[in-house]
């Protein structure tokens, strides 16, 4: 069941911008220098462990960046504000509980176990820890996954640039496509993070002078939280409003669904095996820094929502009934009005420019993360074994330019969905969650069998499937939105998988104890006893600072906007 406020991803036909010369030149030079960045990285690559993990060497400033910046797609920035504009101040659970917990467990417990075992990929992580089934299913899905969400970010950028820039879709799609294939297929991933890390600052650079200037123009903070609690109640500005057991809400979830649903199955799922996310930390220099890496992301993590959520309440704000039919426009519109509304020529090339960088970004990480799983994980394990290692850079070269081709097949997808971000928490619910339960399992109880990975990722995905497809698409459940059922498929996949491989754990036999060392907790590899790195050991580094600290300053981020 769709809200009847939920719209398709389209944009406003009179939203196209003003742009000029100054504006394109922009935006050429941006290009130039993104295939510059490909160029140069291209001298690195000498191994397929330099093609697919940037030979282990980047430091963590570096990996900690592209980890933020791969995150931040423009579905994102588009969903997220659409979100806000829709939803209102509840926007801020997807950043301060929906992320930031995760990702410090995933640097703190996680990457340990990741960067100990030498494992190049997410899913090679099971076939250490369960057996060849649970790691192919794994990698299908994976693969699988990272095309579909690859295909939304063209597809948004295709919409996007149409509505703004008056681009045919093709022109926008054939172009991202191009630029994003040919600086992955030059450097490996070494130019894709280099390029996030460039993109992380284009992003900013297009967010911050919209942030400004549409509080100025509302008003500032009191202005803007003043009319919008006249336009649409006291709840619609604070994080917690109205969400409780039995309450109604434009969210469709209560407290206790976003804690669990969204805090603790959705977001742990996502950003404790999402490999686009995973491969930037594996890519660090030493396992100090791999576990740093989405630390150091979690602070700038924290202070996004504000660039995205508040261009969101602005629109909601000043447009009368902003996102519903009778205004006029979408609620994916809100960050593109107040483009065309506020920014000056230059400054609206900039805005322009981040947009597309976001979109690159986001299709850049999972396009990298396909071809290392495709290549790793399935050709060179199940199809074509014990080639040299040149043959498997080629390989992945290959395979970089089938899958931004097949990205392009399934763009179109994305138009049967509403709001962008319901349709990426929908995949997530469904590949993700279902691989986070068998993980957790795996990795903190010694006594789950080789043969129950594969059982209980079998098992979560179809229940995640099932009732999005059957219970709620069908009416059976009755839940007032996409992202309501979202949060409750996931905690149907993560019971359904968690019950799944403890039953079957129960009735065969566990691995040797020997065989998961390094894999459970409470066991070592020779990896994760590696001592620190020049520096490594100083006070401001430590991973348990950065981890807590990043919780604490989330949770008092909290504060303002629960009363």
């Known amino acids: ?204 650079a297009a967010l911050i002078p919209i942030t400004i200037l549409g509080l100025k123009k509302a008003g500032g903070w009191n202005g803007l939280t003043h009319k919008l609690t006249a336009s649409h109640g006291a709840d619609f500005t604070t994080a917690w409003g109205g969400t409780g057991i039995g309450s109604a809400n434009p969210l469709g979830a209560n407290w206790l669904t976003i804690v669990l649903g969204l805090g603790f199955v959705l977001s742990f799922g996502y950003w404790t095996t999402n490999f686009a996310e995973v491969q930037r930390a594996l890519s660090a220099k030493n396992l100090s820094a791999g576990q740093r890496t989405p630390l150091i992301a979690a602070y700038p993590k924290i202070f996004i929502v504000f660039l995205v959520m508040i261009p969101g309440l602005v629109a909601a704000a000043i447009v009368p009934k902003f996102g519903t039919p009778g205004s006029g426009y979408q609620y994916n519109d809100a960050i593109p009005y107040l483009m065309q509304e506020l920014l000056p020529n230059g400054v609206l090339g900039i805005a322009v420019t981040g947009l597309l960088a976001a979109f690159m970004a986001g299709m850049a990480a999972n396009v990298s993360s396909f071809n290392t799983v495709f290549t790793n994980d399935i050709w060179a394990k199940y199809v074509v074994r014990g080639r040299e290692d040149a043959y498997y850079v080629r390989f992945g070269r290959l395979i970089t330019a089938i899958g931004v081709l097949a990205s392009i097949g399934t763009a179109f997808l994305a138009s049967s969905f509403s709001n962008i971000m319901a349709y990426l928490q929908t995949l997530f619910s469904f590949f993700n969650v279902p691989m986070f339960v068998v993980f957790i399992v795996g990795m903190f109880w010694k006594r789950a069998s080789a043969r129950s990975g594969f059982w209980g990722l079998l098992a979560g995905t179809t229940a995640a499937m099932i009732n999005y497809f059957v219970f709620y698409k069908k009416g059976i459940i009755s839940i007032p939105s996409d992202q309501g059922a979202n949060f409750v498929s996931a905690i149907a996949g993560f019971v359904a998988g968690a019950v799944v491989m403890v039953a079957v754990s129960l009735f065969t036999k566990p691995k040797p104890v020997q065989e998961l060392q390094g894999l459970v907790y409470g066991t070592r590899s020779p990896g994760m006893s590696e001592p620190p790195a020049a520096g490594d050991d100083a006070w401001y580094r430590k991973p348990a600072l950065l981890g807590w600290g990043a919780v604490v300053l989330a949770a008092a981020c909290y504060i303002p906007f629960s009363f």
């Open 1 to 204: 069941m769709q809200t009847p406020t939920e719209s398709p991803l389209y944009l406003a036909a009179q939203l196209q911008l003003p742009v000029n010369w100054l504006d394109y030149t922009i935006l050429a030079i941006y290009f130039v220098v993104v295939l510059g960045i490909g160029f140069a990285a291209r001298r690195s690559v000498k191994t397929s462990l330099d093609f697919f993990l940037s030979g282990r060497s980047l430091p963590a400033w570096i990996t900690g960046l592209a980890f933020i910046s791969a995150n931040l797609a423009a579905t994102e920035i588009l969903g997220m504000a659409a979100n806000s504009a829709q939803y209102g101040a509840y926007t801020v659970h997807w950043y301060w509980i929906g992320a930031i917990p995760a990702m410090v467990f995933l640097g703190l417990v996680m990457m340990p176990f990741y960067y100990g075992s030498k494992v190049r990929s997410v899913p090679e992580f099971l076939l250490l820890r369960f057996d060849r089934a649970a790691h192919l299913l794994s990698s299908i899905l994976f693969a699988f996954a990272a095309i579909l969400i690859a295909g939304v970010n063209l597809y948004a950028l295709a919409i996007v640039v149409e509505a703004l820039l008056g681009w045919p879709q093709w022109v926008a799609i054939v172009v991202a496509g191009a630029f994003v294939l040919a600086y992955i297929t030059l450097g490996g991933l070494s130019s894709a993070i280099y390029n996030e890390v460039l993109q992380f600052f284009v992003i900013l």
